[in-house]
């Protein structure tokens, strides 16, 4: 509840609207207890008292009744009207909307069939045909009012429904024995759940307007009892002569559907589950840089030199260090491999060269990254951008989730072009054919004008490459494009991509999690555990000789042919957590050389033989691996 406040306050115009509902609210709980007239008591003589009158702050009325009071009061009625009538929609609609969705079939048709015959008639034409068949009310008001909104939540609870309905987990509690009701109660409402109370929250207000409405035209609130709408009908005679009597209740009626809305907007985005990591707003177009002290100079004439990188993801009061000090180069025409394992930091070091981590939560609060001569980090928007797919360019692990799905792959190509060079439509279509055919896509003159869908997973991934080598770039950085892969298109893939680093002198950054891969492709190789390097050197001398333990292990874990009976021995326990990271060394815990000292202590990446550095007090001293 805590989070969920915290990060309501960050969006200002919520947090306006939270502070307007809230006193309105406050108002209208404490109304008995305020020393106020009675809000039905007539007195003709002093009807159409203007505002800070004797006794009526806010005037009287046509009957000479206490606008304060029965402002108050109405308001009191017209908030509960509003809230009963969510209430009872969302739930009926809410309830509605799941069992279609689940069920699908024969029984999705019938009920969502019935919903569109409702939503075929104008909301408020059937509200009033409502209450005009249950007469005149306050009761068969909030009925006709929560009937013509159970469509609305059952329309989009069913959508969201049928989407988590054929999920695997839902197919995994079918599997493990559990009945239907039961899946709806634990699997299925949780997930809907969030949606429903956004829902609730951007509909109250309307719900307030439509009872407003119907007492209003005489149909809601019966005299002598008050609510806003009621109190907007008795005065529109006297609209012109005594304006008061209409501004009081509309002014109300204005500031409470405002306010909601307003706090409505800002609990859709607290509960919604992409943006609890602090973020109530999209992305920035660049991560946002905290640098304290002095800026680390380039250690290396390198094309690329990475300094004392540092990346955090700030969520709530929690701060996960995902990189934590990294020291990298890269030549040109090398290519450099970064391995570890899952949650280690690779992707996050490369996201952070360009300023491509999400701005909130990311942000990186030390270091420099030199491209050229040039530091990145704290760059201008306009200079990133002018090298973001010119000179660095980056491919993504899943080509499927990169390339858009309604637009064709030369569409997209001629898109990357034409971003940083001024070609025409023809010249660029004429230069995606020959990106096209040399990543090796047969037939690439019919293939520009495929759409994703209609591809491979291999040859999207050469789409992919092909659309980050459109600009001639001096670096790529390939974030695990061949894991989603079989070994087959795995292997075309990597020989595309050696054949054009030969071809093009490219430099390469390559991230992946096979050693296989790294002996493949890569000059060197640098290791990755709790965001930092472990190990770093030549690719055959890493993999033939590994000086830190957590390298010798993962060696371990790659299995091999022809090389006789080798148990292969998985890394015990599970990597620390980067937002309680241990003192020392973080692969002290799992590993069985560790000493004191190594818990004592930050640990230096040290040189340990030409070309090789390693994070270890106690280095690896076996023999020479056979690879």
């Known amino acids: 509840m805590r989070g969920f406040v915290t990060l309501l306050a960050r969006n200002r115009l919520a947090l306006v609207g939270l502070i307007v509902i809230g006193c309105v609210a406050l108002l209208a709980l404490i109304t008995p207890l305020l020393p106020l007239a009675n809000p039905n008591v007539i007195d003709t003589p002093n009807r159409f008292q203007p505002p800070f009158s004797a006794g009526a702050v806010l005037g009287t009325d ?40 689940y069920y699908g079939g024969r029984t999705d048709n019938v009920i969502m069939r019935g919903v569109d015959m409702l939503m075929g008639f104008p909301y408020i034409l059937l509200a009033l045909a409502i209450v005009a068949a249950l007469g005149p009310g306050l009761m068969n008001a909030l009925i006709a009012v929560a009937a013509v909104n159970v469509p609305f939540f059952a329309r989009n609870i069913r959508g969201i429904t049928v989407g988590i309905a054929h999920k695997e987990f839902v197919d995994a509690a079918r599997l493990s024995g559990m009945r239907n009701r039961e899946i709806i109660l634990s699997e299925v409402l949780p997930n809907v759940l ?32 008050a609510d806003l709408g009621s109190m907007l009908g008795e005065a529109r005679s006297a609209l012109i002569t005594h304006p008061h009597t209409s501004i009081v209740p509309g002014a109300m009626i ?47 004439d390198s094309l690329l030199d990475i300094a004392g990188l540092r990346t955090e993801f700030r969520v709530r009061d929690r701060v996960y260090k995902a990189v934590g ?12 491999g970064i391995i570890g394992e899952s949650g280690s930091g690779k992707s996050v070091t490369a996201l952070s060269v360009m300023g491509l981590v999400a701005s909130p939560p990311g942000v990186i609060t030390g270091g420099a990254v030199h491209f050229d001569g040039t530091d990145l980090i704290g760059a201008p928007y306009e200079v990133l951008r002018a090298l973001r797919g010119r000179r660095v360019a ?40 020959d990106l096209l055919k040399s990543v090796r896509i047969p037939n690439a003159e019919s293939r520009i004008d495929s759409y994703p869908y209609e591809m491979s997973g291999g040859m999207r991934q050469r789409v992919g490459i092909a659309m980050a080598l459109a600009n001639d770039p001096d670096v790529i950085i390939a974030d695990e494009p061949t894991t989603a892969l079989d070994v087959t298109v795995q292997a075309q893939i990597l020989s595309v991509l050696s054949d054009l680093r030969r071809a093009r002198g490219l430099a390469i950054i390559f991230i992946t999690h096979d050693f296989g891969v790294v002996g493949q492709l890569c000059d060197r190789v640098a290791v990755m555990y709790a965001g930092q390097i472990v190990e770093e050197g030549p690719t055959e001398a890493v993999l033939r000789n590994p000086h830190h333990p957590y390298t010798s292990r993962l060696i371990d874990c790659v299995p091999t042919l022809g090389g006789g009976q080798r148990k292969l021995a998985a890394i015990p326990g599970l990597p620390p957590v980067v937002d309680r990271l241990p003192v020392g060394c973080a692969f002290a815990e799992r590993c069985d050389k560790a000493e004191p000292a190594c818990r004592a202590d930050a640990i230096a990446l040290m040189p340990t033989g030409a070309g090789r550095k390693t994070r270890c007090l106690f280095p690896e001293t076996k023999q020479e691996r056979i690879v």
């Open 325 to 336: 000090g990294v020291d990298l180069h890269v030549e040109r025409g090398e290519c450099l």
């Open 62 to 101: 046509h009957l000479g009744r206490d606008l304060l009071s029965r402002l108050l009061w109405g308001t009191r009625l017209s908030l509960a009207m509003g809230l009963a009538a969510a209430m009872i929609a969302a739930t009926i609609g809410s309830a509605i909307g799941i069992i279609a969705g």
């Open 394 to 433: 980056y491919i993504f692990q899943d080509p499927l989730a990169t390339l858009h799905p309604l637009y064709r792959v030369g569409d997209q190509l001629i898109e990357a072009i034409q971003t940083h060079d001024p070609l025409s439509k023809e010249a660029a279509r004429t230069r995606a054919i």
């Open 194 to 225: 969030p949606v429903i109370v956004i829902a609730m929250s951007t509909t109250v207000g309307w719900m307030i307007l439509e009872t407003a409405g119907l007492s209003f035209l005489g149909l809601g609130s019966q005299p002598p009892q």
């Open 254 to 300: 204005l500031v409470i559907v405002m306010g909601i809305n307003l706090l409505g907007d800002g609990v859709r985005d607290a509960l919604d589950p992409r943006l609890k990591s602090g973020a109530l707003s999209r992305p920035m177009p660049a991560t946002t840089v905290d640098r304290h002290g002095p800026v680390p100079v380039a250690q290396t």
